[in-house]
DNA sequence: GGATTTCTTGACTGATCGGACAGGAATGGT
DNA sequence: ACCATTCCTGTCCGATCAGTCAAGAAATCC
């Protein structure tokens, strides 16, 4: 218990958490229901219940894991020791990433904040509104230090997690515009660069003091 | 039936649209249930059922209504007649003005784009995808003649509802970082702007001509 | 003012939901 | 080999769901 090489407990409780993220994704958590978890994890209904108790316990627990997740990238990129180009494009870049790599969960937590954020209030009022305090005064910084134009930080964050979220969740919408099946590496690369440039260029930000660069 | 002076019903019917586009936009298609709706419209359960047949028709004819006043703002500020300081400037403020007056709207479209459109995949495959096909070659003719930096006019499009759509959609998310109860005029005033200033700056934007210019 | 259509309503129904539970199977420690 | 714990699962249950229905009330038409 303390211990924990409860492997055949991590297998199943893995294997849950992976279907829960897909279903709850695409139905929303009133629309998924026990049956069709169970069936998407392979396993009897009575299952889930048995490690997860309750559908709000397994769904708290696939936001969870989405939310611990979720708020790497800005403290690694946004610093006050980097140049904003650098910050900005890298946080940019890595967002971008995320979404296409994981767009279930960017999705799950859209679904949940569109009806009013009923199960995770608290994370937003505490510990993202926390994390917005930390990474305001970095940009503030640079503008202040002439590094790039005054611009409201929180607002601008607002609108770089709207650019980089909606290619995860309003994908079908790119897709249908776009006409594609499924979005590849091209299509993927001149989004990352047109809101990489619109983030830049918006905020008026000056090229580095010639450090290294990668070829184009 | 035909020549339509139907009262009665013309008032039941938009009572029960304005309810259900209040419930469905907060609990969302299978979490909103008849009989919420029905106690938000201030009638029987039954009468819902008596003019829109199904809760699926009702839903239906909420985004339909959407849909249609969803699509006006774009084809009318984005022209080739327009300089793009004005026209993409005006089309971002037109689409803020519209989260702001009709948050619930956008949420409901957003839902319905997050489970994959289920119920409106025709329309985004068709008739938004037509629509681009016509604001595209005016952006890319604004790059085309100088007036801004080439750009890939159709990530721009996704980029500008991004950015103007989360103000709606997810302003539970706003509100909680910026510790509000709600958006003041202000709050939305310095959001605008901000959102102007990264198009506008981050496409290139030459200045036009010294037209007519408000204060500052 | 009687007939006819439109509208309203509470009561009802079959289906499905989340969840409970008890007992069987497997596992691991000694 | 034994036992205790953990894990698995078919079956059941009360609640709630969308949708039905028949009969009453109101409005409309001739």
Chains 1, 2 share one sequence.
Not at 100 to 110: D, E, K, M, T, V
Not at 156 to 176: E, H
Request: proline share 5%; with cysteine.
């Amino acid at each position: 218990m303390d211990t924990g090489i409860a492997t055949i407990r991590q297998v199943s409780v893995d294997q849950i958490l992976a279907a829960a993220e897909k279903v709850f994704a695409q139905h929303g958590f009133e629309g998924a229901t026990m049956a069709r978890l169970a069936a998407a994890a392979g396993l009897p209904k009575a299952n889930l219940h048995y490690y997860f108790g309750t559908k709000e316990g397994l769904y708290r627990a696939v936001l969870e894991g989405i939310l611990a997740l979720w708020l790497e990238d800005a403290a690694a990129w946004i610093t006050p020791d980097r140049h904003p180009a650098e910050g900005l494009a890298g946080y940019v870049r890595a967002k971008m990433a995320h979404s296409r790599a994981r767009p279930q969960a960017s999705r799950i937590f859209a679904g949940e904040l569109l009806r009013g954020a009923p199960r995770v209030m608290h994370y937003l009022g505490l510990e993202l509104r926390r994390r917005v305090d930390e990474l305001a005064p970095v940009i503030s910084g640079w503008s202040a230090a002439g590094l790039m134009d005054p611009i409201h930080p929180v607002h601008l964050l607002f609108c770089i997690w709207a650019m980089t979220q909606t290619y995860a969740d309003f994908d079908v919408q790119i897709r249908a515009v776009l006409g594609k099946v499924a979005l590849d590496d091209t299509d993927f690369a001149v989004a990352t660069e047109t809101v990489v440039t619109l983030v830049l260029q918006g905020c008026g930000v000056r090229m580095p003091p010639a450090k290294r660069r990668r070829s184009a």
